[in-house]
């Protein structure tokens, strides 16, 4: 072996020696490497194990969390579900027997319950337990209301008192399900005002519709009103302050705060009885229609301007951090009155008194029993409050108080006055004088001595007696304002410009002469006789009148194109109605007619005298004495000169008179009323013998035009129009008869604030004095097929080729209607009871279905628009179309029942030409033989048996109601037109047989 390959060998032994050493060395230095790494592991696992037990266990317990959470509410649910289904179980059993209801007794202890958690209680239990009690007169049934909008509908349970019913010193409640309308508070419907009877509680009613309130500081619940059977609206906010409502089964007082949730459920009701949600402003249409009576509300309330300002100051007495000044601020605009003792008030504060400024008068309390509200709506048109502030002190404000009438006196007069204008009495046209009708009817001494008393310790500017009865007071606002606990403000009519001072507040009188005043004018009255414009079509601007003082008229086209349009002129109407000519009577025997105005309307002596020298009659001036009142010629009115030509053209004989309701016939200038000109009218021992009237005001006066018209309200109406009656009873008592236009507008009338209304009424508006059962009432007609031959008598103007006039010669009568724009006013009062003497038509009128020579039944309008007890009208008709009017120096075709009511004035005061010829006596009040003639001699009448008064002017659709024509009376046209001749015998016959009677009673 050489060397080299030993070298070789030696290396290769070293390097595997060195490489085996160095592995040798590497695993240990590995090992120790890797121990590091698995401690680490190690200690990650573990640390990782620890975390997910921890993990595992929060999951588990959050499950068992979960599960409870959702097992609770579960549970709840279940009860709700449960209860609903109880209730709906119940709701379901109502629809079927709805009138059957339960009433919840409690005694009255349990009503003055203080602790909410002890009302509460009773109330969780009404919710869910109270499931066998049946609801009484709402029929409705119940849905489910799944809105998600910022409104939301549902119910609430309301119990109202039940006053009938008092066992043992328990009240009863009756259960009522009122729907409601939720609202966030930012999509509240209503901007005010509000009535608020329970100060610093959340709970107000809506001045103009009444809806009730209740709101927190998120949300407002609307609740609608509670209509009772009369048609009545109560707020639930005062029936609840007045103790006559509650939310609670036993008739609990509101406790605050109001937890609404507690009471509001999410069903929806709807039904005949449940009005509906008004979609555009908010709200609800209408109430609940109930059959429950009147409330009495006593309570005093205050106006609010918004509901946040309450909540506000709530706040600030619970947290107490108002300062004494923001304390009083508040004070001042909602404490309550300090004579009243209610429990819902919380503690008084000292009111801060600021002096009054010199221009304005701040009310002083000045009575006790009397509890005044502010009525809600407006004063009737034209009427608009002029300014916002009070009236001055100095202005002097002129009022009137009606004496209450001996009772006695008042019976024993209305006695005589049925003896004396029943033809079949023995005392028939037994007149009496002024003097003699004031020593029956004899004022209340007592009464009247209260009142002496009073005025003699006040400060009044000037006191005067009309009659026994009615004392006319002149005073300053000032005192006005201190008498009657009352702030007076300037009213201004928008047709005249004249402004008086007035308030529309409810009025309380002193308590010394509070039960011996009747009723009053002249302070919160704004009673306005209404007439609009008569129809009328103008024929001339195409044509002008010549009214030269020569005996020639000439008549002058000033355009190409002449149309010829129908005219009916008196000689048509004596031929028509059979008129003769008027009985020629002793001259100290004077026969005489009158045409009573309103409104501005003027009498032009020029228009008379053309009017006569066009149709050749031979009319007399009116004498200076009869023409009553200040009188403008310049400005005529178109309804006097239609009153005056028609009863003139008739009976050009006798005296016409006019009378124009102003301050130089009544200075007093309190208002137009028909009481006041009655009443001025029975001190005139000068007076036309028949008077006509084209003018009516709404029945139920002021109830037209507010929106919460009570009792109270209603019986100060019917007060008025008692009392006015008594003035008719006393003028027909003197033999002076009175005919009245039945109104232009059908059977609806007119509506609030003296409109006419658009047939979405729910109940007719019938006018007065037409509905008096103390006048005779007149409706219209008009002709149908008319011919156009020559009359008797027939005037020059009718053949003047260049006119256009076309005289009516005949022609088949209906009721008017459309043909024309208006409809025979007719129909049934409201307020006054059915007169004798015409119960048996109006019967018949109900009894026959269907007239022999109709092919159709009647038809009625439905029972509720309507009393078919009250005083019906009118009593007869005449021609209310295509009247020949000469108006301010041109003539006119004019019409209306205005047209109607003179022509039966022209008729009658012939008819008393003969009357006074035989007896000396002229007929007096007409309806006792009017309708004992219709009975005895039916031909003395034409009986209009077509026609309807179903439409209103200038309005006819499928939503208007009314009354048919038909044999014998009817609520359109009465006993019918007249046969005049025929009326003229049976006159004759009849008293000839009573002077037979009674020996002759032909001498005074």
């Not at 009213?491 to 002469?513: A, K, M, V, W």
């Not at 102003?662 to 007093?668: G, Q």
């Not at 200038?669 to 709404?698: C, H, K, R, W």
């Not at 009247?883 to 075709?893: L, M």
Request: hydrophobic fraction near 30%; include cysteine.
């Amino acid at each position: 072996m050489s060397v080299s390959n030993q070298y070789h060998r030696v290396e290769s032994e070293l390097q595997y020696t060195t490489t085996n050493e160095h592995q040798q060395g590497t695993v240990p230095e590995v090992a120790v490497q890797q121990h590091p790494l698995k401690t680490i592991s190690t200690w990650i696992h573990a640390v990782s194990k620890t975390k997910i037990k921890f993990m595992c266990a929060g999951l588990l317990l959050l499950f068992i969390v979960s599960v409870g959470i959702i097992a609770l509410h579960y549970h709840r649910a279940t009860l709700v579900t449960d209860a609903n289904i109880v209730r709906e179980q119940d709701e379901t059993k109502m629809v079927h027997d709805w009138e059957s209801g339960e009433k919840t007794d409690i005694d009255n202890e349990m009503s003055e319950m203080k602790t909410s958690q002890q009302l509460e209680k009773l109330d969780d239990e009404d919710n869910v337990e109270n499931n066998n009690e049946k609801l009484p007169q709402l029929r409705s049934y119940v849905h489910r209301d799944r809105s998600s909008s910022s409104k939301s509908t549902g119910y609430m349970n309301t119990y109202i008192r039940s006053k009938g019913r008092r066992d043992g010193g328990r009240r009863s409640y009756q259960r009522f399900r009122f729907p409601v309308a939720r609202y966030s508070r930012r999509d509240m419907p209503f901007k005010g005002p509000f009535l608020s009877f329970m100060p610093w509680t959340p709970i107000v009613a809506d001045r103009s519709t009444k809806q009730t309130i209740i709101y927190s500081k998120t949300e407002v619940y609307v609740i609608p009103p509670l209509i009772n059977t009369y048609g009545d609206s109560y707020s639930i906010a005062e029936l609840i302050a007045s103790k006559d409502a509650s939310l609670y089964r036993n008739g609990g007082p509101l406790v605050d705060p109001i937890h609404m949730n507690r009471f509001f459920q999410r069903q929806s009701l709807t039904g005949p009885n449940i009005p509906m949600i008004n979609s555009r402003h908010g709200g609800f249409k209408g109430g609940v229609r109930t059959n429950l009576g009147s409330f009495s509300i006593s309570k005093p309330y205050e106006t609010r301007s918004n509901i946040d300002s309450t909540y506000e100051s709530e706040e600030k007495e619970d947290r107490k951090e108002s300062s004494e000044e923001q304390e009083q601020e508040q004070e001042n605009k909602y404490r309550p009155a300090s004579n009243v003792n209610n429990y819902y008030y919380k503690r008084p504060r000292k009111p801060v008194h600021r002096p009054n400024e010199p221009s304005k008068i701040k009310p002083q309390p000045s009575t006790t029993k009397c509890q005044k509200r502010v009525l809600k709506g407006s004063p009737p048109h034209p009427w608009k409050k002029f300014s916002s502030e009070p009236s001055h002190s100095n202005e002097s404000i002129t009022f009137y108080l009606i004496i209450k009438q001996d009772p006695i006196a008042r019976k024993k007069f209305e006695s005589l006055f049925w003896k004396i204008t029943n033809p079949d009495s023995n005392q028939y046209q037994q007149w009496l004088t002024r003097s003699q009708i004031n020593a029956i009817l004899k004022t209340n001494t007592e009464a009247l001595n209260a009142i002496k008393r009073w005025i003699a310790k006040e400060s009044l500017i000037s006191v005067n007696f009309i009659g026994d009865d009615t004392i006319q007071i002149k005073t300053t606002v000032e005192q006005a304002s201190k008498h009657f606990s009352t702030e007076f403000h300037p009213y201004q009519n928008s047709n005249t410009g004249r402004t008086i001072h007035r308030t529309f507040d409810d009025i309380c009188l002193p308590d010394e002469i509070n039960e011996h005043v009747e009723f009053h004018l002249g302070l919160n009255d704004f009673r306005v006789i209404h007439k609009k414009p008569t129809k009328s079509y103008e024929t001339i601007r195409s044509a002008s009148v010549d009214a030269s003082t020569s005996d020639t008229t000439t008549i002058v086209a000033t355009t190409a194109a002449i149309v010829t349009k129908p005219y009916i002129i008196p000689q048509f109407v004596k031929k028509y109605y059979n008129i003769p000519e008027v009985q020629k009577n002793d001259p100290s025997s004077v026969i005489s007619q009158g045409s009573l105005q309103f409104l501005g309307q003027y009498y032009r002596e020029q228009d008379l005298l053309l009017y006569a020298k066009l149709l050749e009659l031979p009319i007399k001036s009116l004498k200076k004495n009869h023409i009553r009142g200040s009188n403008n010629q310049s400005n005529p009115g178109l309804e006097t000169m239609l009153d005056v030509e028609q009863m003139s053209g008739l009976n050009p004989s006798a005296e016409t008179w006019y009378f124009n309701y102003d301050k130089s016939f009544n200075d007093s200038g309190f208002g137009e009323n028909f009481f006041s000109i009655a009443l001025l009218l029975n001190q005139l021992d000068d007076i036309p013998q028949v008077m006509s009237v084209s003018y009516t005001e709404p029945e139920i006066g002021i109830c037209s035009v507010v929106s919460d018209c009570d009792n109270k309200i209603m019986i100060a109406s019917q007060k008025y129009i008692d009392r006015t009656n008594l003035e008719f009873m006393k003028l027909g008592m003197r033999g002076i008869t009175i005919l009245v236009s039945s109104g232009d507008d059908g059977a609806n009338g007119l509506g609030g604030n003296n409109e006419t209304v658009n047939c979405t009424n729910k109940v007719f508006y019938p006018g007065y004095p037409g509905t008096s059962s103390f006048i005779t009432s007149v409706g219209g007609t008009e002709l149908m097929n008319m011919m156009y031959e020559t009359l008797p008598y027939q005037p020059s103007v009718c053949l003047n080729k260049t006119a256009p006039v076309s005289c009516v010669s005949d022609g088949d009568e209906v009721a008017a209607g459309m043909d024309y724009g208006y409809t025979s006013g007719g129909g049934f009062s409201t307020v006054m009871v059915q007169p004798s003497y015409q119960k048996d038509v109006v019967n018949r009128y109900f009894q026959e279905s269907q007239c022999l020579n109709s092919e159709f039944p009647k038809e009625y309008p439905p029972s509720s628009m309507y009393n078919q007890y009250g005083r019906a009208f009118p009593d007869v008709a005449a021609l209310g179309v295509y009247s020949f009017t000469v108006w301010n120096g041109v003539f006119r075709k004019v019409g209306g029942t205005s047209m109607s009511a003179p022509m039966w004035a022209g008729i009658v005061s012939i008819l008393n030409s003969y009357s006074i010829n035989m007896t000396n006596r002229t007929l007096g009040f007409l309806n006792p033989l009017l309708y004992k003639m219709a009975k005895d001699c039916p031909k003395c009448f034409k009986d209009i048996t077509s026609g309807d008064n179903i439409c209103v002017r200038d309005t006819c659709n499928d939503q208007c109601k009314g009354f048919q024509a038909s044999c014998g009376w009817d609520p359109v046209t009465g006993l019918g037109t007249p046969n005049v001749g025929k009326m003229l015998k049976y006159i004759k016959k009849l008293l000839k047989k009573k002077m037979k009677e009674t020996n002759g009673y032909h001498e005074e």
